[in-house]
């Protein structure tokens, strides 16, 4: 058992990105929220990169698809006065549990301000960690897009894909494939290949920062060759992406301006890097 609610009043839920996977890339502010907190709630394979973290709490542990009873449960337990951590992979903003949980104070009519706190702790999304084992593919404008159709139509997928790859945009494919959903990555490629080039640099990286960590660098035309499941994450280069062995880069633009062999001179830049 955990350890009894800490206050009286209404409690508060914390909406905890963890990051890929590995505890290094836990932010410090995800860390305390989810110490801080008397109850845990996550998807088992969640829970489980986290455990170091779970001595002396109540967890709950649910199954894939189970996301409405998971927040429905987050919140009930805080309106009991409980600290609660509904963690997600990655960040919990970016196709995480931190939508679905306003959406259900929404229904119950909270606002902020009526008592239950909610704190969205920001984490290191999918996009960020794959992209930087695979070099810098996003250092220019990106679309990055989830191909499970479960709740949106393939329709609106396919549309925005071809949108994405009609403007150019570097993009990042969140969710490509499962065991039952197949066909989904294979029309992506298909609808990409209209707009851009056969050797357009591809990543591929399943489990970043995890435990069966696979990285792989290929082009447009080859993508489906590669082992693509649940856990990859991909990115399909922009039409300037070009590849520094095995490194995926997007120039940023700099080449037209100044001559890169030469020291850049201070004050030139745009702004912040
Ligand atoms: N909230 C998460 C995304 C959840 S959707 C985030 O911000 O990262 C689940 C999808 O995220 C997976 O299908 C995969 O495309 C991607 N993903 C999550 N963790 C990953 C990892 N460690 N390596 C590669 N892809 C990952």
Redesign the pocket.
Known sequence: MGPEPRQNGPGKIYLV?F???AAEHLTTRAARAIRESDVVVGYTTYIELVKDFLVDKEVIQTGMQEEVGRAARAVEMARQGRTVSVI??????????AGLVFEVLGEQGWKPGDGLEVEVVP?????C??ASLLGAPLVHDFASI?L?DLLTPWEVIAERIEAAARADYVIV????K?GRRTRQIAEAQKIISRYRAPATPVGI??????QG?QVAVTDLAHMLDHDI??????IIGNSTTYRIGDLIVTPRGYKSKYDLSKTARKGEGEGEL
Not at 89 to 95: E, K, Q, R
Not at 123 to 127: I, K
Not at 173 to 176: C, E, I, K, R, S
Request: charged share 5%; aromatic share 8%.
């Open positions: 990105g990051g890929p996977g997600s992979s990655g960040d919990a903003g970016v196709y995480g549990m984490g290191v999304t999918a996009l960690s794959v989830s499970s494919l969140y969710n490509p499962s990286v399943k489990s970043a920062y995890r960590q499941g649940m856990l990859t994450t991909l």
